[in-house]
T-cell receptor, first 111, second 115 residues
Framework: ELKVEQNPLFLSMQEGKNYTIYCNYS?????LYWYRQDPGKSLESLFV???NGAVKQEGRLMASLDTKARLSTLHITAAVHDLSATYFC???????????WGAGTKLIIKP | DSGVTQTPKHLITATGQRVTLRCSPR?????VYWYQQSLDQGLQFLIH???????AKGNILERFSAQQFPDLHSELNLSSLELGDSALYFC??????????????FGEGSWLTVV
């Protein structure tokens, strides 16, 4: 059974700081997704990582994938308040076309 | 706006009742996915349809059913509702049948409260 673990589950940080959210998964997969969710809102796609060593960046967010370590990271650089949200990673199970989701990391960035 | 439309946005109903949630995927997308999000279970995959055919089932209860119509819209039917069914139900869509790196776009969700 594929399990996806995110840590930390909760993160409170100051603006201007850097931090990393980790996503570990238990079985082989080469497709990993990062989403953002604001409270009570929809899930917004951030990144799709498709291969070992993939790195994608958008603004202050950068995601990477290491399929050998079964690890993805979402790095936040010089955080700003607008990045406060819950961030989810999800790993694709190709055998039955579904995504297995992490529990989410609630990020609060204080001015 | 992702282009995925869900109705209703909010729904309050009593235990034992039946409700239908509706989803219109993005224009051109053939796949529709249903997810349930609750505080205790997190995001759970329910079911996936591709071009009218069921492709995969996740943690979907027997009291729940879904279908995708020829115009590609989808409905999720929840029956004999229990308090624990209260959750945010998301529909998502993508162009193809498999998770071949396509972004999956989520709708705004339907908030279901069972009282």
């Amino acid at each position: 059974e594929l399990k996806v673990e995110q840590n930390p589950l909760f993160l409170s940080m100051q603006e201007g700081k850097n931090y990393t959210i980790y996503c570990n998964y238990s079985t082989t997969s080469d497709r990993l997704y990062w989403y953002r969710q604001d409270p009570g809102k929809s899930l917004e796609s951030l990144f799709v990582l498709l291969s070992n060593g993939a790195v994608k960046q958008e603004g202050r967010l950068m995601a990477s994938l290491d399929t050998k370590a079964r690890l993805s990271t979402l790095h936040i650089t010089a955080a700003v308040h607008d990045l406060s949200a819950t961030y989810f990673c999800a790993v694709a199970m190709d055998s039955n076309y579904q995504l297995i989701w992490g529990a989410g990391t609630k990020l609060i960035i204080k001015p | 706006d992702s282009g995925v439309t869900q109705t209703p946005k909010h729904l309050i109903t009593a235990t034992g009742q039946r409700v239908t949630l509706r989803c219109s995927p993005r224009s051109g997308d053939l796949s529709v996915y249903w997810y349930q999000q609750s505080l205790d279970q997190g995001l759970q995959f329910l079911i996936h349809y591709y071009n009218g055919e069921e492709r995969a089932k996740g943690n979907i209860l027997e009291r729940f059913s879904a279908q995708q119509f020829p115009d590609l819209h989808s409905e999720l039917n929840l029956s004999s509702l229990e308090l624990g069914d209260s959750a945010l139900y998301f529909c998502a869509s993508s162009p193809w049948g498999g998770l071949s790196g396509n972004t999956i776009y989520f709708g705004e969700g339907s908030w279901l409260t069972v009282v």
